[in-house]
């Protein structure tokens, strides 16, 4: 009696899912999973000398007995890495430098502010004590003024250059009066004439007045020279810290604007 035996082969899914010829399978369908980058470990704080020695521990541990590691190459990479070592520390240490540097240069700078308004202070101070010495003197400055005390004393200051011969002098006074005198002969460069000296009837009374000088060459037309604003220094004053002279009553000018003083 023969017994059907039945073959499983064919009973499987598998074997039964048969496609026919010429047809394709569908491809499966949905996204696609994106894929994850590849991160490698990072060593934020770089390979120290510790880690380096450890390293070096670790590959003679595990080195092949037949095929040790060459002496030689183990020297070099000992000495490579000192050498990157000592660049490192002395990197470090020019920028340590550079800070000190840094700082030595903002005292420096701050010294120097410093001394230079301590000078200023003294020069000022310095400037002030001559000024305070000139009080009483007669200052000269360019201009075209004399001014007369209230004794009559005064000073006229001009330069007629490289001419001489007979001159006058012009007084005009704040009311518009004016008085001529004669002072021939006159010489060449600066001249200086004493108020009081001077052939006036009657002598200036005390003020401000405009002064004009003339001179009249080989006996030709009388021309005007060179004049300076003159007076007796009255006293003194400051500001912003500076010294300013008080010439008669009314002109003030600081004291390097003075070209002479005179006793």
């Not at 007084?171 to 001249?191: E, H, N, Y």
Request: overall charge negative; some cysteine; proline content about 6%.
């Amino acid at each position: 009696m023969i017994s059907a035996v039945r073959n499983t082969f064919f009973d499987t899914p598998a074997a039964m899912n048969t496609t026919a010829p010429g047809a394709t399978e569908e491809p499966p369908k949905g996204d696609l999973a994106p894929s994850t980058p590849r991160s490698l470990p990072t060593n934020p704080s770089g390979m120290g000398r510790d880690e380096f020695l450890k390293m070096l521990v670790a590959q003679l541990k595990n080195q092949d007995p037949l095929n040790p590691m060459d002496g030689k190459d183990m020297a070099a990479q000992l000495a490579q890495f000192s050498s990157v070592e000592q660049l490192i520390k002395m990197n470090e240490s020019m920028d340590a430098q550079k800070g000190a540097q840094a700082q030595v240069v903002t005292a420096l700078d701050a010294l120097t502010k410093t001394q230079n308004e301590r000078a200023d202070e003294l020069a000022s101070l310095v400037e002030g004590q001559m000024a305070m010495s000139t009080v009483g003197k007669t200052g000269v400055t360019p201009g075209d003024n004399v001014y007369v005390d209230a004794s009559g004393r005064g000073s006229v200051l001009v330069d007629t250059g490289t001419r001489s011969g007979n001159g006058r002098l012009s007084f005009t006074a704040a009311d518009g009066t004016v008085r001529t005198v004669d002072v021939s002969p006159i010489g060449k460069g600066q001249q200086a004439f004493d108020v009081q000296q001077l052939q006036l009837e009657p002598p200036l009374a005390s003020g401000k007045y405009t002064i004009k000088c003339e001179v009249a060459t080989d006996g030709g037309q009388y021309q005007s020279v060179k004049t300076y604003t003159t007076g007796r220094i009255t006293g003194m004053r400051y500001e912003q810290g500076n010294p300013i002279l008080i010439i008669g009553d009314d002109l003030s000018l600081p004291m390097s604007k003075l070209t002479q003083i005179r006793g």
